[in-house]
């Protein structure tokens, strides 16, 4: 995993915890002096692990926490790089470019990504079916991820998981419905 999704869970915790807070889940979870660089990768069990930690902490299950770092995490990495939202008019817009735009961008800014794989179709304006896998299995920070990208644009949206790799489906499907007339 790359070092800025680290520093993503990094504000999100010293914003919502206070930094005594970061100290100790990084104390519990990564190697003594440990600090993410962006660009750099580490063990996807570290972010795992910080995590299920912050879970706990917060007398949340791991999905809600997920779900809440994505919608963070959207505008963390908005302010990191604020060229690639501003490339898209629209929530349908950059959800439809996610794999093709957005993935393909952060192919060239960091080396060996490790990126899920993500279709998106257009059913209808208004409605757009989407495809998810990972050998992370990170569905719900994506569903977060998606919270966020409508909160951005100002919109409203509803997400129905209809098939999830958790239940041992090979893909995720993700229902998005949103309002069509600014999405």
């Known amino acids: 995993m790359k070092g800025i999704i680290f520093r993503g869970l990094e504000a999100l915790v010293i914003e919502k915890c206070g930094m005594a807070a970061w100290d100790e889940l990084l104390e519990k979870n990564a190697p ?3 600090v993410y660089i962006s660009a750099q990768s580490y063990p996807d069990e570290e972010i795992i692990g910080l995590a299920q930690d912050v879970a706990t902490a917060l007398s949340m299950t791991m999905p809600e926490v997920l779900k809440a770092f994505g919608e ?6 908005n302010r990191s790089h604020p060229t690639v939202a501003k ?3 629209s929530f349908a817009e950059l959800i439809m470019g996610i794999d093709k735009v957005i993935h393909v961008e952060v192919a060239k800014l960091y080396h060996e990504p490790n990126l899920p794989e993500i279709e998106s179709k257009l059913i209808e304006d208004g409605f757009i079916l989407m495809h998810y896998r990972s050998k992370r299995q990170l569905c719900m920070c994506a569903e977060g991820l998606i919270y966020g990208a409508a909160s951005h644009y100002g919109i409203d949206v509803s997400l129905n998981h209809v098939e999830c790799m958790h239940d041992g489906c090979d893909k995720c499907v993700i229902e998005v419905k949103y309002e069509a007339l600014n999405g």
């Open 32 to 34: 003594d002096g440990r």
């Open 72 to 77: 963070y995490l959207f505008g963390h990495l």
């Open 87 to 89: 490339g898209f008019n």
